[in-house]
Every structure is written in C-alpha cells, then in structure tokens.
C-alpha cells in the first residue's frame, strides 16, 4: 500500500507536506484510496468518521473544514492557491487533531484524477509482490528443511531477526545466528506466550522493536518472534502474518511425521521382538507379543530372506504386505542392513504362491538384489527355518535367477534321539544349572541365549542381542569358565552348538536300548549319523579337489581366511573365491553367518576323526 512519502515523492503529483517534521511523523502512513471532501467540510458532520482510515482527504483551505470529523483520515491535502494565513490557521487544527497536512496547487478534482491511477498502480503491485512470495514461501514450505527455511527467509525479508520457540519454550531455529541474546532478553516475555497468559506480546529490546506471538490454531502452540530495528509496517505485518500460518502449518505436519515415526520405530522393534523370541523357541510369549499388535502368527510358516540394498527394505516390505494382504510377519533384520525377513502363511505348497512371484519379480528388476526361501516349518522351528533361507541365500547369490530354494537333508540332531539330549543335558550342565550371584548378573537362560546367538551370528550378536561388544565378550569368556572349554575352537563350537540344538528339539520317548551315559563318538558312530555325513560331504568329494582341500585347511584354521590363504600359497581374494564355489555345492553358507561350518566340522569328523585333529607344524 503507498504511502504519504511515497505520493509526495511522485514529482508529477506536485504534493509537499506543509510543515516539512510531519514527514518523520506521517510519512509511513499507507493511503488505500483519495476522495474529493466536500461531503466531510459541512459541520453537521458532527463526530469522527472511522470510515476514513488509509483515505486522503483533497480539500479546499478555509474554516468550514470539520477538523474533528476528518482526525481519522491518512491524510488531507489543500487543493488550488491558498493563503498564508488560510495555510496557518489550517495547519495549526491540523496539529491540534493530529492530521498531517499537505498542499498543491491543482484544484481538487484534478488532483484526485492523478493520485487514483498511482494509488491502483501501486496496490496492484504491491498484489503481485504478495502473491510471488505468498508462493516462494509455499515453495519453501514443501523443501525437506522447510520449517528451517521458511524462518530464515523471513529473517532476511524483514531485514531483521526470527526465532521459532518450541510449545515448551526451547528454540528451534534462528536466523541470522545463534539464538542466545535475543532469547535472553525476551524471555520472560516469551515465557508469558507459551504458558498462554497472552496470544502476543510487542516489546522493546534496546535498539529493536521485537513481536512475540503463539502461532496455530490448536494446542500445543510454537511462538514466532521476531525483531528489527525499525517498527515494522503494515505490510510487513501482513508478510508476519503469512509467514506464521505456513510455519505453524510446517510445525505441525513435523510433529506428525516424528510421531508417525516414533509410532513405526515403536512396531518395528515389537516385530523384532517376537522374531528374536521365535529364534529361541519361547513360542507363547512371541504369540502373546504378536496378539498385542492385532496380528496372529501362522502355526505352519515358510521363512524368506530377501537381500537388497538397505534403503529399499521398506519398499520390498510394503509390496510383500500387499501380496500377503498383512499376513505374513515382516522385519528388518537386526543383524545385517540389507537384509528383509519374511515369515510367511503356508497357505498352499504351491512353488509359485503370489509372494514367491511377487520376490521374483521384485529381484528380476532390481540387479543386486536375492531371494532365499526355507522350507515350511513349526513356529517352534522358526530359528532353522531361518538358517534355511539364508543358506539359500548364498546359493542365491550364484545362479542367474538370483533366487533359491533351501535343499533340505535331513538335520543331524534329529537323527540322535533321546540319547542325543542326555549327552547334550550333561555336556551342558554346568552352564545350565548357573545360578548369578547378582540379581543383575546374567542367568542361565541368558547366557544360554548369548551363547546360541554367538554361535549363529559370530560378532554379529551384538546387534541381535542389544549388548555392547564387551559385554558380549565378558559373557563368552565366563560361559568359558562354566564349560572349561575355548569357544575360539572352532570342534569346541560345534560340539556346543549341537548340544543347544539337541536340547531345543522337542522330547521324544526314552531310548531303553541305550541306559547310562552315552558320549559323543557313540552319537556320531551311529548308522544314520554316518549316511548323513556321506550325504553331506559327496558332492564335493566327487569333485574337485583342489576345493575339498581348501575346505579342510579353512577348518583347520579355525575358518581364518588369511591363515588359510598362507597356508595354501594362495591370496585371501583366491581363497575366498574357493569358498565360495563349495557354498554353490553344498548349497550352504561357509562365510557368512549363520554358517554350516559347524555341521561340516561334525560331517569330517564322522568320515574322518583324524582329519581334524592333525596339526600343521607348518
């Protein structure tokens, strides 16, 4: 809107103020339209016209004007030849009523002919202006750190300070600088804004003039404040006012989306709890934990693992939600970044179920990605299920289809019956019947539960169990001192690991043939314990045996890449290459955990019991 100074400024209007220290006191006031005054000259006009804000007043000098009727007016001007003592006695009621006065020379009819035309120009572009940046802050607004923007544009379009003050009364964000001074000078202020004792507050904070206001129209309110060094006009009021709208409007959809975060971070974790309670075979309590999310977990599950990159997880969990239509039980793994795994129904034995089509087209057009799927399992047998879709995963990882299907044989420690948990109940015992001497100490389940992720997920446990890497270590080297054992034995690991799964498989009837005790070279004598070893071990020493020698060195090494590569004569990368084409053979993971390694230590020392036990005195 233009204003006083602005029209007198204008040389083709010939304006001027009459007493030029009304240009300091009026010159800011806006002018939203000029009208020719006789109407308001008569004195039956009585009382002061509030109509006439922002409208300037063209008169003609003598005493008939009503100067009390038009103290509310922007301004008047005196049209035509006026005299000096007509121009003193007008500008002395002028002073008396606080109007500012100016003179020109035209009559008023023409004067009014040229001030309207340069007061709609000026409204007109002053509409434009405040469109543009009605949609520069719109623009602003919808960045990612639009809420930080929009602020500091403000700043720099007042030419002064703002500061967004949280509902509890901590800043946010200010511009141009730290919030210190400002903040501390106007904080009682401030304070009486946020605790709703006032909507807004203007003061003084020496050399600038400072608006403190709470913003939005619901509870809880941020406060906008800011300052400048000049009293803020009308306009910029206005450009305020804009401002706070879209900043409480930022604000808020902000607060919604931490929420709606909290709210994801908060279910995310719930799912990763019932998958870790589903890994120790504690079955009612995951079901308990899944109830409490409004979902049930399927009594016959299939487990997938899909490897891609860890920003897209959320993507591939969101189709498999639609495919499944919210049934099947997603969840980021904990353990590595860019795996996604999937516990799905067994709604039907069919190979090309819309989940299996849905991961196949998902990897056919995302290069890098894998699918591994076990085989249907129990919900108490959700932890090989598991170990079944990440061995897939590494035969995955060589094909072309980029996807696998886990090739079952029959696990080891279902083929030890009842004597297979007696000898695993004693190797364990002492680890077993552990009672802490501190209630804050670990107990046997717990370690029991450290020691069975340790074994699946080597360092990786950390991040599956929530501990620390030293906690992790200090449990190890007391689950040591239980056992008498050294877990960094790579046979010490996996006669353990096959003492934990035997006490995991559910108990079968007494074996009356086998009374007493029972020790592990009896277990891995048996028949049926020799054909699954041979069964494991053929396809690769029917091939080549270059490879068959690689593996046993690894093992040997206590599966240490570069001692390995240094004892073979060959390079880390060469080795792991080796390793990587008896994964494809066997169809298991070697190097990355969960690994068969352990089963192949027991597999060599049901074939071979020397094998391992020799020593390189190299």
């Not at 401002?243 to 929420?259: P, S, V």
């Not at 990763?272 to 899944?290: C, P, S, W």
Request: hydrophobic share 40%; aromatic share 4%.
């Amino acid at each position: 809107m233009p204003t006083l100074s602005g029209l007198v400024s204008q040389p083709d209007l010939g304006l001027r103020f009459v007493d030029r220290e009304d240009v300091v006191q009026y010159g800011g006031r806006p002018v939203a339209a000029v009208a020719e005054g006789m109407m308001w000259t008569a004195a039956e006009a009585g009382t002061p016209l509030h109509a006439l804000n922002d409208v300037l007043l063209v008169l003609p000098a003598g005493p008939r004007i009503d100067w009390p009727a038009v103290g509310n007016a922007a301004g008047v001007i005196l049209a035509g030849a006026v005299g000096d003592d007509a121009l003193s006695e007008s500008l002395l009621a002028a002073r008396e009523h606080g109007v500012p006065l100016l003179t020109v020379s035209d009559d008023a009819l023409h004067v009014c002919a040229r001030i309207h035309p340069v007061i709609r120009q000026e409204q007109r572009r002053e509409l434009h202006e405040h469109t543009d940046q009605l949609k520069a802050m719109q623009r602003i607004a919808l960045q990612p750190d639009g809420l930080s923007r929009l602020l500091q544009w403000l700043a720099r379009q007042i030419s002064g300070h703002a500061m967004l003050v949280d509902p509890s009364g901590s800043p946010l964000y200010a511009f141009p600088g730290p919030p210190g001074e400002m903040f501390s000078r106007a904080e009682k202020d401030i304070r009486r804004v946020v605790t709703r004792q006032t909507r807004s507050a203007a003061i003084s904070l020496g050399t600038q003039v400072a608006h403190i206001m709470s913003i939005g129209s619901q509870e809880p309110n941020p406060v906008l404040i800011v300052a400048r060094d000049e009293p803020f006009p009308s306009g910029m009021r206005s450009l305020v006012s804009d401002t706070a709208g879209l900043l409480w409007l930022r604000w808020r959809m902000e607060e919604l989306g931490r929420h709606s975060r909290q709210v994801e971070l908060a279910e995310s974790h719930s799912r990763e709890a019932v998958l870790h309670l589903l890994m120790l075979g504690h079955v009612q309590a995951a079901r308990r934990v899944a109830g409490a999310l409004g979902a049930r977990l399927p009594d016959l599950t299939r487990v997938y693992i899909v490897e891609c990159p860890a920003n897209r997880r959320g993507n591939y969990a969101r189709r498999c939600a639609e495919v499944t239509e919210g049934r099947a039980w997603i969840v980021s793994c904990p353990v590595y970044a860019r795996h996604l795994i999937i516990l799905a129904p067994a709604d039907s034995e069919e190979a090309d179920n819309p989940l299996d089509q849905a991961l196949r087209a998902l990897v056919a057009s995302n290069p890098g990605s894998y699918v591994g799927a076990g085989r249907f399992v129990n919900l108490r047998d959700v932890a090989a299920g598991y170990q079944q879709a990440f061995h897939a995963l590494a035969v995955a990882r060589g094909i072309d289809a980029r996807c696998a299907t886990f090739s079952s044989r029959e696990d080891i420690a279902s083929l030890m019956g009842a004597g297979g948990r007696r000898w695993a109940a004693r190797s364990l015992r002492r680890l077993l019947d552990y009672r802490p001497e501190r209630r804050q100490d670990p107990d046997a389940e717990e370690l029991k539960g450290t020691l069975t992720s340790w074994l699946t997920f080597s360092s990786a446990a950390t991040r599956q169990l929530k501990i620390h890497r030293n906690t992790l270590s200090a449990r190890l080297r007391h689950i040591e001192r239980l056992l008498g054992c050294d877990l960094s034995d790579l046979a010490t690991q996996a006669e353990t690991q096959l003492a934990l799964r035997l006490l995991a498989q559910p108990p079968s009837r007494p074996d009356s043939d086998e009374p007493g005790e029972v020790t592990l070279d009896a277990l891995l004598g048996a028949p049926a314990v020799f054909h699954w070893a041979e069964s494991y071990l053929t396809p690769l020493r029917e091939g080549d045996p270059r490879l068959l020698e690689t593996l046993q060195t690894w093992l040997r090494s206590n599966a240490r890449l570069d001692t390995t590569a240094s004892m073979l004569g060959l390079t880390v990368p060469a080795a792991r290459k080796r390793l990587i084409r008896v994964e494809g053979i066997l169809s298991r993971s070697l190097l990355n955990a969960p690994s068969a390694r352990h089963d192949i230590v027991l597999a060599f020392r049901i074939l071979d019991p020397a094998i391992l036990s020799q020593q390189d005195t190299a």
